[in-house]
């Protein structure tokens, strides 16, 4: 409990707020694209 609230405050300091929302359309990005790889995956599995 003591790790993850120290996560929490970590990154909800104004800094750590402004460099996610300067790269949020990358990170947005990159999960899109690693969701897409996953489902094409999905489909082209074989059961």
Same mark, same amino acid.
């Given at each position: +409990?003591? #790790?993850? !609230?120290?996560? %929490? /405050? /970590?990154?909800?300091?104004?800094? %750590? =707020?402004?460099?996610? @929302? *300067? %790269? @949020? @359309?990358?990170?947005?990005? *990159? +999960? *899109? *694209? =690693?969701?897409?790889?996953?489902? #094409?995956? $999905? =489909? !082209?599995? @074989? $059961?």
């Amino acid at each position: +409990m003591t #790790v993850f !609230t120290g996560y %929490a /405050l /970590l990154f909800s300091t104004e800094g %750590a =707020l402004n460099a996610y @929302r *300067a %790269a @949020r @359309r990358w990170i947005d990005g *990159a +999960m *899109a *694209a =690693l969701f897409c790889a996953a489902g #094409v995956k $999905l =489909l !082209t599995a @074989r $059961l």
